[in-house]
């Protein structure tokens, strides 16, 4: 299995710059999150789809974050503009979500991003 | 809303000492709680779980039991290696909260093992 595969891992920006992250699942699996990782907050939810619908987006910090996810095998975080808080590792996970049930979430290496 | 506390890090050990990460939790629900593993540069990896009280998960060596009565899940092994060295992550999944199929994590834990 390839597991969740993110890219880039790393991303340089400046300020008001756009900035794209992109995340496949793992195939079958039919719900994917993001996290966002800083120092000071930790790992926090930022928002989730379940079969390419978007169920909790309450994490995400601002009108600048979006997602979508328009097909079963890709998805997309993007900052828009950029600000240098935004500075933190980004990662996707998916899971397989069968009868009410979640089973494992699978992570992916993670975007590491820097905002200058 | 709810949430999840680590003991602070770093926690640094000798090898084959005894390791406790304690973890405690707050949910409105009945969670699931989960012990995640980062080493350096990589993802998150799924270490053990537990879905009702008094479950016991294990793995590589790893247990940790759910205590509802002290909301608590604290990680233990018995005799700790160098390779064992990374951040810790305790959380839950509460199907009553918010975020229902999302996790809260703790701030993470990073142990380190001395030779």
């Known amino acids: 299995d390839a597991g969740v595969i993110q890219s880039p891992r790393h991303e340089v920006t400046e300020m008001g710059q756009e900035v794209t992250l992109r995340c496949k699942p793992i195939?079958?699996?039919?719900?994917l999150f993001w996290y966002r990782q800083t120092m000071m907050r930790g790992l926090e939810l930022l928002i989730y789809?379940?079969?390419?619908?978007?169920?909790?987006d309450s994490g995400m910090p601002e009108d600048r974050f979006s997602a979508k996810m328009p097909n079963a095998s890709f998805s997309t975080l993007k900052i828009q503009p950029s600000e240098p808080r935004d500075s933190a590792v980004y990662f996707c996970?998916?899971?397989?979500?069968?009868?009410?049930?979640?089973?494992?979430?699978?992570f992916g290496p993670g975007t590491r991003l820097t905002v200058t | 809303g709810d949430s999840v506390t680590q003991m602070e890090g770093p926690v640094t050990l000798s090898e084959e000492a005894f390791l406790t990460i304690n973890c405690t939790y707050t949910?409105?629900?009945?969670?699931?709680l989960f012990w995640y593993v980062q080493y350096p540069g990589e993802g998150l990896q799924l270490l053990l779980k537990?879905?009702?009280?008094?479950d016991k998960g294990s793995n590589k060596g790893f247990e940790a039991t759910y205590r509802k009565e002290t909301t608590s899940f604290h990680l233990e092994k018995g005799s700790v290696q160098v390779s064992d060295s990374a951040v810790y992550f305790c959380?839950?999944?509460?199907?009553?909260?918010?975020?229902?199929?999302?996790?809260?994590f703790g701030k993470g834990t990073h142990l380190i093992i001395q030779p």
């Open positions: 996970a998916s899971s397989r979500t069968s009868g009410g049930s979640t089973y494992e979430q699978y």
């Open positions: 789809f379940n079969n390419n619908v978007p169920i909790d």
């Open positions: 959380a839950l999944k509460d199907p009553s909260g918010g975020g229902a199929d999302g996790l809260t």
């Open positions: 195939s079958g699996h039919n719900s």
């Open positions: 537990a879905t009702k009280a008094d």
């Open positions: 949910a409105t629900g009945y969670p699931s």
